[in-house]
């Protein structure tokens, strides 16, 4: 009886966690660059059960007896965002899904598919969480304040028509990232980063968050289900065991 608790508990907890990282999606659906996160249950090693015969110990086996569940691994899905025409000069996207823009973090340099980039009022270009964002040479870009500010498809920034720095753009293979706050990463060995060879730039557009709202808002109905009947197992057991207890208190 016991163990039918426990499974029903395991099932409750990994419910419960699967529901936080769709509840971090959902609320992420809107972030420019943003890159969902999928969680996969694993089922939690059985017992083999076998029939006991008299007088002759164990007998065959009849099967396994589940321990329930558990969450298992956590994996930051790369599939490209959605690509929209915002045809503001500063936004821009990237044509390769493993090419990356450079911005620096208190943390060190960091990397980023949001292209929602801005002037703050010193001139410098900052990305839409306000970090600095870096040159080909890993040096802050700063415009000088005054003029209109744009960006070419080669990645450069263009001051009233004249290249003033070129945008630090890098190669890296997705599996090599973890994921950081405000949508962006952190390799997770130096030498994975390479510069792009081609980078290929779209301004006026920007790379969406690649999170599905409906599929999303679907998974956590149905996980909200699972869990409410983990639960109520867990409460059926509970009086199961009151009124053994109770029975056996009688003979």
């Not at 419910?15 to 996160?37: C, E, F, H, R, S």
């Not at 028509?161 to 070129?166: H, K, L, M, S, T």
Request: a neutral charge.
């Amino acid at each position: 009886m016991e163990r039918g608790l426990y499974a029903a508990a395991s099932g409750m907890i990994a419910q419960q966690t699967i529901q936080d990282y769709l509840a971090q999606n959902i609320a992420n659906a809107n972030t420019v660059g943003y890159k969902q996160d999928n969680s996969t249950f694993r089922a939690i090693q059985g017992i083999q059960l076998q029939r006991l015969e008299q007088g002759q110990g164990r007998g065959a086996q009849i099967g396994q007896l589940g321990m329930g569940v558990a969450s298992d691994n956590v994996y930051t899905d790369w599939q490209p965002g959605t690509i929209t025409q915002t045809n503001v000069p500063l936004d821009a996207s990237l044509e390769n899904p493993q090419q990356f823009f450079a911005v620096s973090t208190p943390r060190g340099e960091r990397y980023t598919r949001a292209g929602n980039f801005q002037v703050d009022g010193a001139g410098n270009l900052l990305s839409g969480a306000g970090q600095p964002v870096l040159s080909a040479t890993g040096q802050a870009i700063n415009t000088g304040g005054r003029g209109d500010v744009t960006l070419d498809p080669r990645g450069n920034v263009m001051l009233q028509g004249r290249a003033i720095a070129q945008l630090k753009i890098v190669q890296i293979a997705p599996n090599a990232l973890r994921k950081e706050g405000d949508a962006t990463f952190a390799p997770i060995a130096p030498n994975a980063v390479q510069p792009a060879a081609q980078p290929l730039v779209r301004p006026g557009t920007l790379e969406q968050s690649n999170v599905n709202s409906v599929r999303s808002l679907v998974q956590m109905i149905t996980l909200s289900r699972g869990f409410d009947m983990a639960q109520r197992a867990i409460l059926t057991q509970d009086e199961l065991l009151k009124s053994a207890q109770s029975e056996l208190g009688k003979l």
